[in-house]
């Protein structure tokens, strides 16, 4: 089997696991952002947000706001970031969903979201025009 996560759940690949349901399972980054880092997968293999059925989608989010309140209890951490890479170009390297829970402290230092800006409002506005008109 090629997917490393796949092998995770199969238990063909030792894991720091920290949450499992018949669907679910959560466990440690190998290369944490920092100390607590989880990573929420679906057991079964979809490769991003977009393959999920919904009814796992909600399982799942149900999970990331269960696990997101243990690991800030457990490293007393104040805040929290949920992330997901989907697709090569937005970093996604494993290509089995998975959502990145990253415990945060005051003054920690970590720059996740570098922004930007619209050049003019008509930009911004063409833009959620089209994601509208994409939505239908
Ligand atoms: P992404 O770039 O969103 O696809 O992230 C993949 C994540 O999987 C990275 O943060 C890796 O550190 C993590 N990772 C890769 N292999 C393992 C593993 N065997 N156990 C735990 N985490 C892993
Ligand atoms: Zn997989």
Redesign the pocket.
Known sequence: MAC??C??VQGR????QVYATDTIMA???????RPG?V?VIPKAHYPTIEDIPTDLGNELLTAVQRISVAIRRAVDAQGLNV???NHRA??????HA?F?LIPRHEHDGLQLWPQSAYQTPEQMHKIADSIKAAIG
């Open positions: 490393i996560f092998e995770i690949i030792p894991c720091a466990f440690l980054d190998i290369a944490p952002v880092h990573l992330m997901m890479n937005a970093g996604q390297l494993v290509d998975h990145h």
